[in-house]
């Protein structure tokens, strides 16, 4: 049964805030590991067990050494512990762009996401399936359907219940409701706004979703590639009464929904940055809004920060017991030439050095 507050109301007040950025004064170091996919990969799905176990499902893939891209059907285990990157399940297509949450007991849920091209739908098409992934036995099986489009769409977990919080560019501006136990969906609202990208954080402290995200520009600012975008943050205090708040950052981000990890009372947006501040994490303070860039040594290995424009579309978790941020795959978009690169790296940011978040 859902909860009867489990519900978002409309805006009801806009405060505009302009918070000053500093930059730590600590520099972090990226470490690549032993592991590596094998292709490059991006829009991918992430979930963490809270132990060893690391799953990346489905993503956009590229051969390495070439350009050739295609669309993953695998489910892959990374193991913190032993440091190994494993297949250990399937969908029964090819899919990237959903959102995944897991239930605590060993369950894995993957909503919507984009499936392969099909000539008779001019393109792409979306899934408006619910899959259920259970790793003891490796099974992927269908059990739901969501109500409208949802890519690239952020959730979060409250209770027994997935709240996915649609309304990015590619997506339809709906929130939805999933029972991870009786897998019944309701919709609740339509968002207040749409965004071009946007992700999402729980902030367990005040019981309530923080939302990140860019707006929509107009045309005929479309010539502006690399102008600051507004993040708003939406949160609802127990899906019940909310605020708006436009915090503007010193960057820009993009291909941000599985890049945000949260450390106690801070939320790390992992990559995605422009101009100029790829060797940069945001740290945004989720009860002050104060926003720190810090410093990330090596953050894309083997790269020429000089000639990348944009590393972004990243999967990241936080491992708590080790204090670490692990991102896997990633793109990278270059000055030099217009095609775009995809990475199959893991890598961790060992939040040590900050000392208590």
């Not at 991870?180 to 309530?208: G, S």
């Not at 690399?226 to 010193?250: M, Q, R, S």
């Not at 960057?251 to 945000?260: P, R």
């Not at 000055?335 to 775009?340: A, L, M």
Request: proline share 5%; hydrophobic share 35%.
């Amino acid at each position: 049964m859902f909860s009867s507050n489990l519900f978002i109301l409309l805006a009801t007040s806009l405060v505009l805030a302009n918070f000053p950025s500093v930059v730590h004064s600590q520099t972090l170091e990226a470490v690549l590991t032993s592991s590596k996919f094998p292709y490059g990969l991006t829009f991918t799905g992430i979930a963490y067990d809270g132990d060893d176990s690391i799953y990346i499902f489905g993503g956009l893939y590229q051969e390495y050494n070439s350009t050739t891209t295609g669309i993953s059907d695998q489910i892959y285990r990374y193991s913190v512990v032993s440091d190994t990157l494993t297949p250990v399940g399937q969908f029964p297509n090819p899919i990237y762009g959903g959102s995944v949450e897991h239930d605590g007991n060993g369950n894995y849920f993957y909503f919507g996401g984009n499936l392969p091209y099909d000539p008779d739908q001019s393109g792409s098409t979306y899934s408006l399936k619910i899959f259920k992934f259970t790793p003891s036995d490796g099974q992927v099986v269908q059990v739901g359907t969501i109500l409208r489009y949802l890519f690239r769409s952020p959730c979060i977990r409250y209770n027994n219940t997935v709240v996915i919080l649609g309304s990015s560019y590619y997506s339809d501006p709906a929130v939805f409701a999933f029972d991870m136990e009786t897998h019944q969906v309701k919709w609740l609202r339509d968002m207040p706004q749409r965004y071009m990208d946007h992700t999402a954080v729980w902030d367990e402290a005040e019981n309530r979703a923080v939302v990140f995200g860019y707006k929509h520009r107009p045309a005929s600012k479309s010539a502006e590639p690399n102008a600051v975008e507004p993040f708003t943050l939406y949160k609802p205090t127990g899906f019940g009464d909310n605020e708006v708040v436009d915090v503007i950052l010193p960057f820009s981000f993009t291909g941000l929904t599985q890049a945000t990890a949260v450390v106690g009372r801070a939320a790390y947006v992992i990559g995605s940055q422009r101009p100029s501040t790829s060797n940069y994490i945001a740290r945004v303070n989720l009860e002050t809004l104060e926003v720190e860039r810090i410093y990330v040594e090596n953050f894309i290995p083997y790269y020429d920060l000089s000639d990348v424009d944009l590393f972004y579309i990243i999967s990241a978790v936080y491992v708590e017991k080790l204090n670490r941020i692990y991102y896997f795959g990633g793109r990278l978009q270059f000055y030099s030439f217009k095609h775009t690169q995809y990475i199959g790296d893991v890598a961790y940011i060992d939040l040590a050095p900050l000392g208590q978040n």
